[in-house]
Nanobody, 129 residues
Framework: QVQLVESGGGLVQAGGSLRLSCAAS????????MGWFRQVPGKEREFVAA????????YYTDSVKDRFTISRDNAKSTVYLQMNSLKPEDTAVYSC??????????????????????WGQGTQVTVSS
């Protein structure tokens, strides 16, 4: 069973930064694409960023490009989301997820919720104006 545990959320002023972490259990972390998603109450969960199993490829939703950076440390089974220049509209619960299949990554694959099999419980990010 895979478990994902996020941390690093909190309250920050607009223009500030936060770094989210997602620690995964299991020995096959390095074989899977990892993604970050976010959700605001009353709205559907939306894709934020994804990274391939090796870390060599990344993909972002347009609204966070040039502000957010996804990275991973396979030795630590951890994926990160560095969030800079935060805006009030970034306020949401952020969750990490592991893809269903190993060694699969593309833009069209990584932004679909249905392609992820395991999810963390989420961490709240609140950006004040």
């Amino acid at each position: 069973q895979v478990q994902l545990v996020e941390s690093g959320g909190g309250l920050v002023q607009a223009g500030g930064s936060l770094r989210l972490s997602c620690a995964a259990s299991g020995r096959t972390f390095s074989s899977y694409t990892m993604g970050w998603f976010r959700q605001v109450p009353g709205k559907e969960r939306e894709f934020v960023a994804a990274i391939s199993w090796s870390g060599s490829s990344t993909y972002y939703t347009d609204s966070v490009k040039d502000r957010f950076t996804i990275s991973r440390d396979n030795a630590k089974s951890t994926v990160y989301l560095q969030m800079n220049s935060l805006k009030p509209e970034d306020t949401a619960v952020y969750s990490c997820a592991r893809s269903k299949g190993p060694y699969v990554f593309s833009a069209t694959y990584s932004d679909l919720l249905g392609n992820y099999a395991y999810w963390g419980q989420g961490t709240q990010v609140t950006v004040s104006s």
